[in-house]
């Protein structure tokens, strides 16, 4: 599983849901391109601060 979430498909998120969880539990950063929220910035391509 690639560790930039930006990446992840649908079905990667369905077959990874824990994982995908624990990283965005608690979101403090958004990526600019995708829109996708994590609580680490190195879970993203185009990290921002929310």
Do not use: Q, T, V
């Given at each position: 599983?690639?560790?930039?979430?930006?990446a992840?498909k649908?079905?990667?998120?369905r077959?990874?849901?824990?994982?995908?969880?624990?990283?965005?539990?608690?979101a403090?950063?958004?990526?600019k391109?995708?829109g996708?929220?994590s609580?680490?910035?190195k879970y993203?391509?185009r990290?921002?601060y929310?």
């Amino acid at each position: 599983m690639s560790k930039n979430m930006c990446a992840w498909k649908k079905e990667d998120i369905r077959n990874n849901e824990e994982e995908f969880k624990k990283r965005i539990e608690g979101a403090k950063f958004y990526c600019k391109n995708c829109g996708r929220a994590s609580n680490d910035l190195k879970y993203l391509c185009r990290p921002g601060y929310l």
